[in-house]
């Protein structure tokens, strides 16, 4: 079974780093980019970037550039979504997804179960 | 940056009838790359329609994507329970690739 699996939800505090991951199985990790898309508490969905986990080839959306970094390691099958210094404007819940055709860029069929990042103080 | 409106934002209706909801975007989307989302309550979103008009794999044939260019829909022919939810249209053409702010069906 193809699927994504996301690390657990997080409770952080302001100018905390934060590192979470989303795992891939059941399909050649290396061969298909991953994304991750941001979901605000009752709002819509926001694309964040994209990473090609083969070159670690990475594009962002202007609005997250600068802001998050995209990486992967693909000796494990994982991507990660990180931030070296939280604000509050940054919970909330996070999808990592994987396009419908290798190598390529399309519409997103395989979603991972999303990881909730709260930040309080 | 391409800007996806869809309006309205909530559209009610009762169970067996037909939905159309839009999807207008502020510049031609190329190769007709867009794509429909159902997201309900707690869960992730789930891929309906891509390339404008395919079905993915799994979806009812009640569901149908129609458009090119700048204006797009979905269509729910007969809305069924399990149809109630929050649809997004997005666009993988060009990036950064942008997703409508969504339209909730919800029960008349």
């Known amino acids: 079974e193809v699927q994504l699996v996301q690390s657990g939800a997080e409770l952080k505090k302001p100018g905390e780093s934060l590192k979470i991951s989303c795992k891939g199985s059941g399909y050649s990790f290396t061969t298909y980019w991953i994304a991750w898309v941001r979901q605000m508490p009752g709002k819509g969905l926001e694309w964040m970037g994209i990473i090609y986990p083969g070159d670690s080839d990475t594009r962002y959306s202007p609005s997250f550039q600068g802001q998050v970094t995209i990486s992967a390691d693909k000796s494990i099958n994982t991507a990660y979504l990180q931030w070296s210094s939280l604000k509050a404007a940054d919970t909330a819940m996070y999808y990592c997804a994987r396009p419908t055709i290798m190598g390529g860029f399309d519409a997103f069929d395989i979603w991972g179960q999303g990881t909730m990042v709260t930040v309080s103080a | 940056e391409i800007v996806l409106t869809q309006s309205p934002g909530t559209l009610s209706f009762s169970p067996g009838e037909r939905a159309t909801l839009s999807c207008r975007a502020s510049?031609?989307?190329?190769?007709?790359?867009l794509a429909w989302y159902q997201q309900k309550p707690g869960q992730a979103p789930r891929l309906l329609i891509y390339?404008?008009?395919s079905r993915a794999t799994g979806i009812p044939d009640r569901f149908s994507g129609s458009g090119s260019g700048t204006d797009f829909a979905l269509t729910i022919s007969r809305l069924e329970p399990e149809d109630f939810a929050v649809y997004y249209c997005?666009?993988?053409?060009?990036?950064?690739?942008?997703f409508g702010q969504g339209t909730k069906v919800e029960i008349k």
């Open positions: 390339g404008a008009s």
């Open positions: 510049q031609s989307v190329r190769s007709s790359y």
């Open positions: 997005q666009q993988y053409g060009s990036s950064p690739w942008t």
